[in-house]
């Protein structure tokens, strides 16, 4: 199984290199210092070749956690990264913090920590300045709590039940008389 995966990972980094001529190696690997390396090279890429970024590194770190290979947090803040550079095209949105917020909501859709995304998304962002501070922690906790509403939504219980008034027969109106 694992041999597998490998040989379907290493498919998506050389399908990545055919489709847009970057190095495989951006498939691959995630730089432990995304701030700095990702931000000078992404940079410089078209849109198309962002896109298809997102798409096969994805592709290949659902892959490879699925199959218990690399951990979360690296690609997580890589993968923001790339979304930010991408995001900065759209009109209004400066690269810098567009990259600082999208490290942080990935980081924590991922882990599931909000503040320990925002913490680490704030060090490798520190030199960006002190106005980026609330993107980040705007981008860290919205994220997980979009997954939590999302997921109270789904699960029926007593409370979803309360707020659609389904049992709100039952519940008295008023003080209870004894």
Request: aromatic residues 4%.
């Amino acid at each position: 199984m694992t041999t597998a995966a490998a040989l379907a990972v290493g498919g998506l980094a050389i399908a990545f290199n055919e489709a847009t001529g970057q190095p495989i190696t951006a498939v691959l690997f995630s730089d432990r210092t995304p701030s700095e390396t990702s931000r000078k090279t992404e940079s410089t890429l078209s849109l198309s070749t962002l896109a298809l970024l997102l798409v096969f590194k994805g592709l290949a770190w659902g892959i490879s956690l699925g199959n218990f290979r690399g951990g979360p947090a690296f690609p997580a803040l890589f993968l923001g990264a790339s979304a930010g550079v991408l995001a900065a095209h759209l009109p209004g949105l400066a690269q810098t913090p567009a990259v600082a917020a999208l490290m942080a909501a990935g980081c924590a859709a991922v882990l599931r920590l909000p503040l320990s995304s925002v913490v680490i998304t704030l060090v490798l962002v520190s030199q960006a300045g002190v106005g980026v501070t609330s993107l980040i922690v705007s981008g860290g906790g919205r994220s997980l709590r979009r997954r939590r509403s999302a997921r109270r939504a789904a699960e029926p219980g007593p409370r979803a039940a309360r707020r659609r008034g389904a049992l709100s027969s039952r519940l008295p109106l008023g003080p209870v008389k004894r």
